[in-house]
């Protein structure tokens, strides 16, 4: 326990009768990038919010550095930072005089606003007035006040919401270099699959209010066991051939599917085809993708 950042207790929100977060014990590690994954409207915000002392849970409890969030929320906040949904900034103020700002009211060391924008790679661009920022760059300036205070936790909401592709490769190698070059643990919510799966060491995949799976990111990878894709010129004939030597394929548009993907079965299954005069157009290895896992780990077929 002593080496969770955070842990939640049966964590519960209703309002009125629905339920958006539904006893969720999430537990994350300190030093880890934590990856909240889950559709929008799933209880990914609502929990942020109450992990923030934003809102209060109806029930459950929340442990933050190993204190309990309802007496120690002043002392706990105080080593975290965070930035939920989008970026609060002055539009007619530069980002230099954003992050001086909010220095001053902290009272925080001078020092630090160069820091910080050092770590976003902020600084060549710290005279310009922040409303003629891009959207990366605001998003970088938020992430740069949320990091003033040196925190010891970051959590961070959808970070790459609404960026080109390019902002996101930005956000997500700023994320990916804090807790090796700052020590920070890094809780990050997104309902992006992809960018979850190139950031997170630990990954808890939340579906209407319940968290359904939770390991790390590697435990994740592991369910995506790949499957054989066969391309041929006649899809029936050769899934009767196959079928007749005691396999079982499945025809999926008008290509056959096996779930055994080693070299010799490969060979195995091409020289069948061949002899039986199918024409094998292609033999591939094809692995699951993470939404593919996430529909099973559901058992849904709703898409992100």
Known sequence: MKDLVISTNNLTKKYKKNTSVDGINLNMQRGEIYGFLGPNGAGKTTTIRMLLGLIKPTKGFIQIFGQDLKQNRIGILQRVGSLVESPSYYGNLTGFENLETVRRLRGLPEKRVHEVLE????????????KEY??????????????????????????TNGLDPAGIQEIRELIKELPKKQGMSVLISSHLLSEIDQMATQVGIINEGKLIFQDSIEKLRQKRKPLLRIAVNNAHEANSILKSKGLTPKLHNEALWI??????????????????????????????????????????????
């Open 259 to 304: 779930s055994q993907t080693e070299p010799e079965f490969v060979s195995e299954i091409n020289s069948i085809l061949v002899h039986s005069g199918v024409s094998v157009y292609r033999l591939e290895e094809v692995k699951k993708t993470l939404e593919d896992i996430f529909l099973d780990i559901t058992g849904k077929g709703a898409s992100l």
């Open 134 to 159: 891009s959207l990366g760059m605001k998003q970088r300036l938020g992430i740069a006040t949320a990091l003033l205070s040196n925190p010891d936790l970051l959590i961070l909401d959808e970070p």
């Open 119 to 130: 770590v976003v790679r902020l600084n060549k661009v710290s005279n310009r007035l922040a």
